[in-house]
């Protein structure tokens, strides 16, 4: 095996400008219905928030997703491989990776953030916990197309996408992330993601409604954001948290709806609130396991092996780049 003798931590910061939220949250607010990209959630507080949510009863993905990493690991590394370049997009407190590093030994494991102090905290827990890994972790906004910071070309490379982050896309975006990652791993690398399962929309109402308030929380955290870094006046209290499944869309969707009557200023712009007036933060769209494999096949990928829970709450695929597939 190719270990380095002596790990290294590396660090690149592209995160995005306050010019990038001020114009697509102004731009946002400007179209009907009004609504925030949910990377915008994750200042610091969004990720300490995202991490809380986690814990709760209510929220079963993260939970179910590490019990179905953690009792499928041989086969799981047998398919990966030792010695890789493990990337991992929206990377957060990189806890599902902590459950494959052990058996897979990568050579470099590439977190990617938007959040990056959090990111970089995380790094270096990371390099204290693995010594023997090189920890190369990236600042940046991964629905543009990724740019890889320089690594050893010889290492065969593996995304990790757990999270079911690749639900926060539309199926036509998701199937462009997709092929981007295709791309990043070309020829002979793979995709293992996290994708959550339909299923009786009374589970999925109380993930995103926990009794807590923690998600109505990280919600909210986007106006206190706001408010700081664009020099807003958004009143937290005028605004509901609101989270339900779209059965006709397979998605959950939540919004932030206006209490009043109301305006609030930006940056010295004013916008007008009606009561009941929305703004729409987040998609969380869910798939059966066929569904998921065809929007995957879409973007350059080859099905290789699927994993879930007795309760098929959630799935762990496994795919290939699909020339691969074809010439093996
Ligand atoms: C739902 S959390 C998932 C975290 C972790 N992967 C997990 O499975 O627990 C989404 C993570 O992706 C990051 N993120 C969201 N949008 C992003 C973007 N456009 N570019 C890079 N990171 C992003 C967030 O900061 C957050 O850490």
């Given at each position: 095996m190719n270990t380095p003798a002596m790990a290294s931590l590396r660090f690149d910061d592209h995160q995005p400008t306050l010019s990038n939220l001020h114009d697509e949250v102004i731009s946002g607010l400007n179209q009907r219905p009004r609504a925030i990209q949910p990377?915008?959630?994750?200042d610091e507080t969004g990720s300490r928030l995202f991490d809380a949510i986690c814990e709760t009863?209510?929220?079963?993905p993260t939970r179910t997703e590490i019990a179905i990493l953690a009792n499928n690991i041989n086969e799981i590394s047998d398919h990966i491989g030792t010695d890789c370049l493990l990337i991992e997009p929206g990377s957060g407190s990189s806890q599902k990776v902590r459950v494959l590093l052990e058996a897979i030994r990568p050579h470099t494991y590439m977190p990617i953030d938007i959040s990056g102090d959090h990111l970089l905290t995380v790094a270096k827990e990371l390099l204290i916990e693995h010594p023997e890994i090189n920890v190369h972790a990236s600042c940046i906004d991964y629905t543009a197309p990724i740019n890889l910071p320089a690594y050893p070309e010889n290492l065969r490379r593996v995304a990790f996408f757990p999270g079911s982050s690749i639900g926060n896309f539309k199926p036509h975006q998701a199937v462009s992330f997709l092929s981007n990652i295709a791309a990043m791993v070309h020829p002979d690398g793979g995709l293992l993601i996290g994708v959550d399962l339909k299923k009786d929309p009374s589970i999925l109402n109380a993930a995103y409604n926990d009794t807590e308030g923690i998600t109505a929380d990280f919600n909210k955290n986007l106006l206190t954001r706001i408010n700081r870094e664009l020099n807003a006046d958004f009143d937290r209290q005028q605004f509901e948290h609101r989270a339900f499944y779209n059965a006709a869309k397979g998605r959950i969707e939540m919004h932030l709806i206006s209490r009043i009557d109301q305006t609030v200023h930006i940056d010295g712009q004013r916008f007008n609130f009606s009561a009941g007036e929305n703004i729409h933060t987040e998609n969380s769209y869910k798939y059966s396991i066929d569904e998921f494999k065809a929007l995957a096949c879409q973007a350059g990928f080859e099905p290789v092996r699927v994993w879930t829970d007795p309760a098929q709450l959630f799935s762990v695929h496994y795919f290939r780049c699909a020339a691969a597939a074809a010439s093996s």
């Open positions: 990377k915008f959630f994750y009863p209510e929220y079963y």
